[in-house]
């Protein structure tokens, strides 16, 4: 009886907190069968255990399907070919064998293993805390020995989502598509497990997730005289090749990796260390950034889209990488409707509750919210301007590798530069721009209006 009533006080518990836990499969608690982590255990312990078969047969009891309630958006996601729609009893990982001949690393396996088995000894409470939403910061601190842990079992398929997560917490999406993206994060992946980068000597440094949200009065745009911060146009380049600067991931308000090879997926592929983000971040507010820091680049690649591949080791120096979602437009959304009302007040929040949190730091960014995103190069590149100067960033480089975009960004500088264009100045053209719908694009315009 007393056996009953601590199992009943722990669920209960458990039902209380679960907005503000991820818990772990050492829990033993809902979702998790009470037996499931000591077969994990079992499982991993024997000498007859082969890992390919451990992701299979971890992924049909964990793997997110289309069957799965993810909610409301999730159709939109699987457009964007970030889901795996695979019946759960039909499980594959095509993406496993030829990670493994292209890292060209022995011994992994049994890393992996003893990783994700230290769970209890590394999480002795069997949870993490999530980030608090509508808070002015919240923080989430793991040593680099806990996120190994992590990424061993995110690896092993032993996670299972969440109320907070919408879709996957594994990396299944990596596993179970052949995609050259995919192969690329797998391969990062595991030559981070068999680099000495990965050993225990670093494994009391952190790494620290931080929830940013703007909680107090925003900057009057309307009258805000601060002087335009002089915008650095580095060309070619890409965000990241500076690992000094602030690196702005022009991510998805859901924050996280897919087999496929967006900006924000690149990132998090080649900085496995920051993907256990996945797990204690909710859906990010209008009004909400997420910052990493302390994540180390693992890896280099080559290639966007689905024709990345992964093209040697990183420097393996931690980056400071600022999660900033931008508004996902349809078609239909002209540059003009994009530079005032409703969509620009949003855009300016969102930006500035992120370049906030960096104050006097360098930020490298480029053309944030465009392409999948539909938002327009001209107005988002001033949009940042505005944020970055009225937040206080110490230094915007705008990187890219479009020479002409580079030529063309660089000279409507020198014009605001010259023309002593302040915070309100940028701001009022921008609406100006909305209301008279000009033919020519926003960064030729303001320079003949």
């Not at 440094?205 to 146009?233: A, H, Y």
């Not at 690649?301 to 600022?322: A, N, W």
């Not at 930020?363 to 970055?388: E, H, M, N, P, S």
């Amino acid at each position: 009886q007393t056996l009953d009533i601590t199992v009943n006080e722990r669920k209960q518990r458990h039902c209380l907190d679960r907005m503000s836990k991820f818990l772990l499969p050492c829990s033993c608690l809902p979702p998790y069968p009470s037996s499931s982590w000591a077969a994990v255990k079992h499982c991993l312990t024997s000498q007859l255990s082969q890992l390919d078969s451990v992701l299979v047969s971890q992924l049909s009891q964990n793997g997110v399907t289309d069957q799965v309630d993810a909610g409301p958006d999730y159709q939109a996601f699987l457009a964007r070919h970030k889901a795996v729609a695979q019946e759960a009893r039909q499980w594959t990982i095509p993406a496993w064998s030829p990670a493994l001949e292209c890292a060209g690393v022995e011994g992994v396996h049994h890393r992996v293993m003893e990783w994700a088995l230290r769970m209890e000894e590394l999480f002795p409470s069997s949870y993490l805390p999530v980030l608090e939403t509508g808070k002015e910061v919240s923080e989430v601190v793991l040593t680099r020995d806990q996120v190994r842990c992590l990424l061993a079992n995110m690896l092993l398929c032993t996670l299972k989502p969440a109320e907070h997560n919408k879709y996957w917490v594994t990396f299944q999406p990596w596993l179970t598509r052949e995609t050259s993206p995919s192969v690329a994060y797998l391969t990062c992946l595991l030559r981070y497990f068999s680099s000495d980068k990965a050993s225990t000597k670093q494994g009391e440094q952190e790494v620290v997730f931080r929830r940013v949200s703007c909680q107090d009065s925003l900057p009057d745009w309307g009258n805000c005289q601060e002087t335009l911060i002089k915008l650095e146009v580095v060309c070619p380049s890409k965000i990241g090749d500076d690992p000094h600067e602030v690196e702005i991931d022009f991510a998805n308000k859901d924050v996280g990796f897919g087999p496929g090879g967006t900006q924000e997926e690149i990132i998090f592929g080649m900085t496995p260390e920051a993907c256990p983000a996945v797990l204690i971040s909710p859906t990010l507010l209008d009004t909400e950034c997420l910052l990493i820091s302390g994540a180390r680049r693992m890896g280099r690649s080559s290639g966007y889209g689905f024709s990345v591949k992964y093209d040697g080791e990183g420097d393996g120096l931690p980056r400071t990488i600022l999660c900033m979602d931008a508004l996902e437009l349809g078609d239909g959304v002209s540059d003009h409707q994009q530079a005032g009302g409703q969509l620009l007040a949003r855009e300016l929040v969102k930006c500035y509750t992120g370049f906030r949190s960096v104050r006097g730091s360098a930020v490298g960014t480029g053309a944030w919210g465009c392409g999948a995103f539909g938002g327009d190069r001209d107005v988002k590149l001033a949009i940042q301007v505005v944020a970055a100067s009225a937040a206080g960033v110490g230094s915007l480089r705008y990187r890219t590798g479009d020479r002409d975009l580079g030529k063309r960004v660089e000279k409507v500088v020198k014009f605001l530069e010259k023309q002593k264009f302040t915070v309100a100045m940028l701001v009022a053209n921008l609406e100006t721009f909305s209301v008279s719908k000009p033919e020519e694009p926003f960064l030729e315009w303001i320079q003949n209006s």
